[in-house]
């Protein structure tokens, strides 16, 4: 088993926590060069034709991508701690919050790096400004209801720690590169930011 990834990027770094808060360690990590195009080679091709890290080989050949697939994999594998949850309503809630963030938080910082900035350079085939811009303020209004979500909660699902959370951290960990700073008014998110930076799996 081996795990493809570009060890800098945000969809890699969700893996690796989640790895790292279930005490997994050793699987091998192969580097991907993304700046350079290398997920869009045909090697690369042949196992996620996607193009995007990260991908999970298993020793049988088969690949498994989208982050989300690889983390569920390794929770079935490996159920405690659980991070996806154990409870039927435990299970959907973190889903929930988990795709939620997904898709207001990450997916607009993301669209914010590829046609907001210079993103992967020669390798961004379209580019619209607007698009990038429109986004970057998606991200602002996605960081606000967060800190509205997290008022008496210590992570994103209460008392407990989970995939939610990690998917919260990497895309705010991209909004750091790209330094867009939490506003300071943003004080639960600020202390969830605190709180989870200081888990061992947040330098993973
Ligand atoms: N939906 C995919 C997204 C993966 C993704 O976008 N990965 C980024 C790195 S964080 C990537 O490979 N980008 C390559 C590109 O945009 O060409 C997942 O959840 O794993």
Redesign the pocket.
Known sequence: MKIHE?KA????LRVRMFLAEKGINGIPFEQIN?PEGE?REPAYLAKNPY????TLELDDGACI????AICRYFEELQPEPALMGETPREKADIEMWQRRVEQTLNDTV?TYF?HGTPG?GS?ESYQNKEWGEQNLKRYHDAMQRLDDHLEGRTFMCGETFSIADITLFSGLYLGGILEIEIPDRLTNLNRWRKVVSSRPSASA
């Open positions: 570009f990027f945000p969809n890699p993304v997920h193009g995007a890290v990260p991508s989208e982050t989300i993301a590829h992967l390798l």
